[in-house]
């Protein structure tokens, strides 16, 4: 079946380092892949996402490509801050019916 | 704007009780789903809907039911609640033209002793 497989946290940086969360995952077919953001007592939402092959999501400063050849939709930033500290989730769709196959979840915590 | 309303937000059981989650969402979404969340473990999905009238097992569904009675809303009962349950619930939902984009409820927080 489909799965997400993302590395296991926590991550741990200093403020403006570059980050890298990695996410790989297993489908049939061609699924849309979508990086979502947990802050502390909140709800998920949203990153950003990628519906085919090549395509690049991006947001507040986060990008990740969807490499079909490598099943992989790594997340990147350039230079932390303070405020990205969160919960990051990788998650896959596909199908009639919108269900998400999320990843278990990667910790950052940055300082400043 | 309200988006995804779960009530209650925290909730203690003992075992063998029942209680009832609720969500509501006010943006006339027609995919509602029940997660939960358990350190170590991601989101995993308990029930779902497609539409008004219509539910279906996700990928953990045992010890829950649920309900859709009206569009707006998607209820998740626990029949008799056990302390495996003890975790933090997520609803969420998604209009039908959209993909992937859940709009997600704040959670509710239940413990089981």
């Known amino acids: 079946g489909n799965s997400v497989t993302q590395m296991e946290g926590p991550v741990t940086l200093s403020e403006e380092a570059f980050l890298t969360i990695n996410c790989t995952y297993t489908a049939t077919g061609y699924p849309s892949l979508f990086w979502y953001v947990q802050y502390p007592g909140e709800g998920l939402q949203l990153l950003l996402k990628a519906t085919k092959a090549d395509d690049k999501g991006s947001n507040k400063g986060f990008e990740a490509t969807y490499r079909k050849e490598t099943t992989s939709f790594h997340l990147e930033k350039g230079s932390v801050q303070v405020s990205d500290s969160a919960v990051y989730f990788c998650?896959?769709?596909?199908?009639?019916?919108?269900?998400?196959?999320f990843g278990t979840g990667t910790l950052l915590a940055v300082q400043p | 704007n309200a988006g995804v309303t779960q009530t209650p937000k925290f909730r203690v059981l003992k075992t063998g009780q029942s209680m009832t989650l609720l969500c509501a969402q006010d943006m006339n979404h027609e995919y509602m789903y029940w997660y939960r969340q358990d350190p170590g473990m991601g989101l995993r999905l308990i029930h779902y809907s497609v539409g008004e009238g219509t539910t279906a097992k996700g990928e953990v569904p045992d010890g829950y039911n649920v309900s859709r009675l009206k569009k707006q809303n998607f209820l998740l009962g626990l029949e008799s609640a056990a302390p495996s349950q003890t975790s933090v619930y997520f609803c969420a939902s998604i209009g039908d033209r959209a993909i992937g984009e859940l709009f997600f409820g704040e959670g509710s927080r239940l413990t089981v002793l």
């Open positions: 998650a896959l769709s596909g199908g009639a019916t919108n269900k998400l196959i």
